[in-house]
C-alpha cells in the first residue's frame, strides 16, 4: 500500500488517510485479520503527526472496519466487498456530515464512484486523487469517496438472491434477524444420539427411505406439537421437508395446479416466504396488519383463496393474533373454503406471555401448518415439518418425492433420538433464558441510544422491530449507513409491499449482551447523524 502525503488537502489529513486506508480495506490490500502500521511508524513514513495516524485510526473503529488491542495494534475486522454506483454514507468526523444531501443521498460536490476507479482512470490511480474531467494540471484533487461496503444491496428493490449476498457481507455485529444462538448448539447431546442411532441402526435403513419423512421423526413431531403447540396430528399426517421454504415451494406448486393463482400475505411480511411464492407464478396481494394482526375484511377483499400467517409472533412486528380476528379468520375460512397457512416460525420462544394456540389445532381442516428446527437448533439443519389439510396431503407429498425422495434419513433419525430423550426440550429451557437476556439487553439499548424509536414484539421471538415516525430518511439509507459502520441490519422496508414508516428489523439471539449494546449503540450514532443532515437541509 502506497501512500503519498502530498495528496492529502491541508487541514484534512486524517480524514484523507482514513478514506484512503478503507479503500485499501475494500479492495482487498489489507484483508480481514491484518494489522494496520504501528501509528508511530507510519506518522514517521508519512512525516505527519502521530496524532493524524491515531485519528484516522480511531475513525476506521467506529465504522467497524478495524479493532484496536492495546497490545496488538489495530486488526482489521470487517472487510467491505468493492461496490461502486453507492450512496455515501459519512462516517464519524467526516466533514460532509453536516452538509445536505440531494435525492441520490450523496452530499454536493462528493463522488460516489466506490472503490473501483472512474471511468477512464487507471487502475493504478484507484484510491488516489486524480485530476478532474477536464483538467490537466495534475494538481491535487478531491480524493474519491469510499461508499459504504454493500450499500448497493440497499438501494434497489430487493432481488432473489438478496439474502444470499447479504449474510456474505462481513459485519462487526450481525443483527440479521432469523438467527438463533448458533454457538449454543447441543454439539454434545447430537453425537451421542448420533452414535445411538449408528450403532443400532440396520444395514436396510441405509437405503432410500420414505419421501414424507422416517416414521419415527414423525411419530416424535406429532408428540413435540401436542405438547409444545397443542396440536393433536397423527403421525402419518406429518411430512419432513427441507425447512419452511421448501414447505412454500412445495405448497406453492401444488395450490398453483389447483388453480389457486393467488395467496394473500401479511404486510408488513417476511420478504423470503413472499419471493418463495412468487417463484411459484403466485400473487402475493398483501393485507394491512394492526395491533390485532392481520386485517380479515382487508383480506375478503382481494379474494384471496389461501393466506399465509405468522398469527403466533407476527413477523416483523411482533403482534399476537387477536381473539377476535381469529374468529373472524375461522369463519372466512369456513365460509369461503380458504386455506390458511400457518408459518409456526418461533413460537417455541416466548418470554412475557403465556402460549399462544396454533391456529391449526383450532381448526384443522383449513390449515397448512409449517414449522422447523431452524430457530431452535440451527438453519443448517434443513429440517421441518408441514400439515396439510385432506385436500392438499397427496399432492405435497407427490411433490416432496417429485424434489428429492425426502429428506436425509440420519439427521432425521438423530432429531428424534433429541426429541424423545429429553434433550431438545433442555436446550429449548436453556435457549429461552438466553434469549431473553439478549433481548433484554437490545431493549435497554434502544432505550438508552434510540429514544425516538417505537420498539414492536418484545414478548417473544428472535427479534425486535423499532420504527422512526418522524424520520425524514429513506430506511435503506439507514441501513447501509449502519452497514458502513458495522451493523447489519434488515430495513423495514424489505418486508413491506405497502407504504409504511422506516424502520430496522434487529436479530439479538445471535449477538452476546456486550455485543448488543454496542451495536445499537452505533446505531444510534447513525441515526443521530442523519438527522443533522436533515436539520441542515433545513436550515439551508
Known amino acids: 500500500m502506497q501512500l503519498d502525503i502530498r495528496q492529502a488537502p491541508n487541514g484534512g489529513r486524517a480524514d484523507w488517510l482514513a478514506r484512503q486506508l478503507r479503500l485499501a480495506i475494500a479492495d482487498g490490500r489489507l484483508p480481514v485479520g491484518s494489522k494496520l502500521p504501528a501509528s508511530r511508524v507510519l506518522a514517521a513514513e508519512l512525516g505527519v503527526s502521530r496524532g493524524v495516524v491515531t485519528e484516522a485510526y480511531q475513525r476506521l473503529t467506529e465504522d467497524g472496519h478495524t479493532a484496536g488491542h492495546r497490545r496488538n495494534g489495530t486488526t482489521v475486522v470487517a472487510a467491505p466487498p468493492p461496490q461502486s454506483g453507492v450512496p455515501w454514507v459519512d462516517t464519524p468526523g467526516s466533514p460532509s456530515v453536516d452538509r445536505p444531501m440531494?435525492?441520490?443521498?450523496?452530499?454536493?460536490?462528493?463522488?460516489?464512484?466506490?472503490?473501483?476507479?472512474?471511468?477512464?482512470?487507471?487502475?493504478?490511480?484507484?484510491?488516489?486523487?486524480?485530476?478532474?474531467p477536464g483538467d490537466s494540471s495534475g494538481s491535487p484533487q478531491p480524493p474519491v469517496a469510499v461508499p459504504a461496503p454493500g450499500a448497493d444491496r440497499f438501494a434497489t428493490p430487493p432481488e432473489a438472491n438478496l439474502f444470499d449476498a447479504l449474510r456474505a457481507l462481513p459485519a462487526r455485529f450481525d443483527l440479521t434477524p432469523g438467527l438463533p444462538d448458533l454457538?449454543?448448539?447441543?454439539?454434545?447431546?447430537?453425537?451421542?444420539?448420533?452414535?445411538?442411532?449408528?450403532?443400532?441402526?440396520?444395514?436396510?435403513?441405509?437405503?432410500?427411505?420414505?419421501?414424507?419423512?422416517?416414521?419415527?421423526?414423525?411419530?416424535?413431531?406429532?408428540?413435540?406439537?401436542?405438547?409444545?403447540?397443542?396440536?393433536?396430528?397423527?403421525?402419518?399426517?406429518?411430512?419432513?421437508?427441507?425447512?419452511?421454504?421448501?414447505?412454500?415451494?412445495?405448497?406453492?406448486?401444488?395450490?398453483?395446479?389447483?388453480?389457486?393463482?393467488?395467496?394473500?400475505?401479511?404486510?408488513?411480511?417476511?420478504?423470503?416466504?413472499?419471493?418463495?411464492?412468487?417463484?411459484?407464478?403466485?400473487?402475493?396481494?398483501?393485507?394491512?396488519?394492526?395491533?390485532?394482526?392481520?386485517?380479515?375484511?382487508?383480506?375478503?377483499?382481494?379474494?384471496?383463496?389461501?393466506?399465509?400467517?405468522?398469527?403466533?409472533?407476527?413477523?416483523?412486528?411482533?403482534?399476537?393474533?387477536?381473539?377476535?380476528?381469529?374468529?373472524?379468520?375461522?369463519?372466512?375460512?369456513?365460509?369461503?373454503?380458504?386455506?390458511?397457512?400457518?408459518?409456526?416460525y418461533d413460537a417455541e420462544h416466548r418470554y412475557d406471555r403465556p402460549p399462544v394456540p396454533a391456529l391449526r389445532a383450532m381448526l384443522p381442516g383449513h390449515v397448512c401448518y409449517a414449522g422447523s428446527v431452524s430457530k431452535l437448533l440451527a438453519p443448517a439443519l434443513r429440517i421441518g415439518w408441514v400439515l396439510a389439510p385432506?385436500?392438499?396431503?397427496?399432492?405435497?407429498?407427490?411433490?416432496?418425492?417429485?424434489?428429492?425422495?425426502?429428506?436425509?434419513?440420519?439427521?432425521?433419525?438423530?432429531?428424534?433420538?433429541?426429541?424423545?430423550?429429553?434433550?431438545?426440550?433442555?436446550?429449548?429451557?436453556?435457549?429461552?433464558?438466553?434469549?431473553?437476556?439478549?433481548?433484554?439487553?437490545?431493549?435497554?439499548?434502544?432505550?438508552?441510544?434510540?429514544?425516538?424509536?417505537?420498539?414492536?414484539?418484545?414478548?417473544a421471538g428472535l427479534h425486535l422491530t423499532i420504527t422512526f415516525d418522524a424520520a425524514a430518511f429513506p430506511d435503506t439509507l439507514l441501513a447501509a449507513a449502519a452497514l458502513a459502520r458495522g451493523v447489519k441490519a434488515h430495513p423495514l422496508s424489505w418486508h413491506a409491499q405497502r407504504p409504511a414508516p422506516p424502520g430496522l428489523v434487529l436479530g439479538y439471539a445471535a449477538r452476546t449482551p456486550t455485543d448488543i449494546t454496542a451495536a445499537v449503540a452505533t446505531l444510534g450514532e447513525t441515526v443521530r447523524a442523519f438527522t443533522r443532515r436533515g436539520a441542515g437541509r433545513t436550515a439551508g
Not at 422416517?214 to 396440536?231: C, E, K, S, T, Y
Open 102 to 132: 440531494d435525492r441520490s443521498g450523496v452530499p454536493p460536490g462528493d463522488s460516489c464512484a466506490g472503490p473501483y476507479p472512474p471511468v477512464g482512470v487507471p487502475a493504478a490511480d484507484a484510491g488516489r486523487s486524480v485530476p478532474a
Open 183 to 344: 454457538t449454543a448448539f447441543p454439539r454434545a447431546a447430537w453425537l451421542r444420539a448420533e452414535r445411538a442411532v449408528l450403532g443400532s441402526l440396520p444395514s436396510a435403513e441405509f437405503g432410500y427411505g420414505d419421501p414424507r419423512g422416517a416414521p419415527v421423526l414423525r411419530r416424535a413431531i406429532a408428540d413435540w406439537l401436542a405438547r409444545n403447540r397443542g396440536v393433536r396430528a397423527d403421525p402419518d399426517e406429518v411430512l419432513i421437508v427441507s425447512g419452511t421454504a421448501q414447505t412454500l415451494t412445495l405448497l406453492g406448486r401444488v395450490l398453483r395446479d389447483a388453480g389457486i393463482p393467488r395467496v394473500a400475505v401479511e404486510d408488513p411480511g417476511a420478504l423470503g416466504a413472499r419471493q418463495h411464492l412468487a417463484a411459484q407464478g403466485l400473487d402475493t396481494p398483501p393485507v394491512p396488519v394492526d395491533a390485532e394482526g392481520v386485517s380479515v375484511d382487508a383480506l375478503r377483499a382481494t379474494g384471496a383463496a389461501a393466506v399465509l400467517l405468522t398469527p403466533a409472533h407476527q413477523f416483523p412486528m411482533g403482534v399476537v393474533l387477536g381473539g377476535v380476528r381469529r374468529r373472524e379468520l375461522m369463519r372466512w375460512a369456513t365460509e369461503s373454503g380458504g386455506l390458511v397457512i400457518e408459518d409456526d
Open 390 to 459: 385432506p385436500p392438499y396431503r397427496d399432492a405435497l407429498v407427490a411433490a416432496k418425492r417429485l424434489a428429492d425422495l425426502g429428506n436425509a434419513v440420519l439427521p432425521q433419525l438423530v432429531l428424534a433420538h433429541l426429541m424423545e430423550s429429553g434433550d431438545l426440550e433442555r436446550q429449548l429451557r436453556l435457549l429461552r433464558t438466553r434469549h431473553r437476556r439478549r433481548r433484554d439487553a437490545m431493549a435497554a439499548a434502544i432505550k438508552d441510544h434510540l429514544p425516538g424509536a417505537t420498539l414492536h414484539g418484545a414478548a
